[in-house]
């Protein structure tokens, strides 16, 4: 009896070992760079991504401008230099797949809130609700028309958003194959 209680003993405590060393290996894959690249990067703040004396009624304007020339979607992007995540994000929007995607389709203008004081009036305008977070994004059609509105705070934990989910934004807000938006009378 007693050798059958000690082989039991060692194949538990033997099984047991098994299972926690199997634990740590996949604890240990799930942190491979792999995944983690998943992920947009870390980044080292900027002073000047939102620059204090921009006017950011004339950098819509002339966005817009360039936008009728270039055939391009302007994203404003709403945030402040003291906001990591607005960092985060635009890094991503400048880096591999998703900066190809901006490059080609857009022009980005930065909106800066202060601490949620600047600009209310384009808050307002392009229906940024800060009580969310920042960042927050608008993408204007090249006429200056709102196409989309960030209403839910999706940007606003840039630094936990996943690569393909920004590309597959990117992908569908961009200009190409899709049909401009046609201000057409009704006869």
């Not at 204090?52 to 304007?61: G, K, R, V």
């Not at 055939?71 to 991503?92: E, P, S, T």
């Amino acid at each position: 009896m007693r050798l059958r209680y000690i082989r039991r003993l060692f194949f538990l405590t033997l099984a047991f070992k098994v299972f926690l060393i199997s634990l740590g290996a996949s604890s240990v894959g799930a942190q491979s760079p792999k995944q983690s690249n998943d992920l947009l990067e870390p980044v080292t703040v900027k002073t000047d991504l939102y620059p204090a004396n921009a006017d950011a009624n004339e950098e819509i304007a002339g966005a817009l401008r360039r936008a009728a020339t270039e055939c391009k979607r302007v994203m404003l992007i709403f945030g402040g230099n003291w906001c990591y995540d607005c960092h985060v994000l635009d890094q991503a929007l400048h880096q591999g797949e998703a900066g190809k995607i901006v490059s080609g389709n857009f022009l980005l203008v930065h909106v800066d809130i202060g601490e949620g004081e600047k600009n209310l009036d384009l808050v307002k305008l392009y229906k940024i609700p800060l009580e969310k977070g920042v960042p927050a994004l608008a993408v204007l059609e090249r006429d200056g028309h709102l196409l989309y509105s960030s209403g839910q705070g999706e940007f606003e934990a840039a630094r936990r958003m996943m690569k393909k989910d920004l590309i597959q934004f990117l992908r569908h807000w961009q200009t190409k194959n899709r049909p401009q938006r046609q201000n057409r009378r009704r006869p």
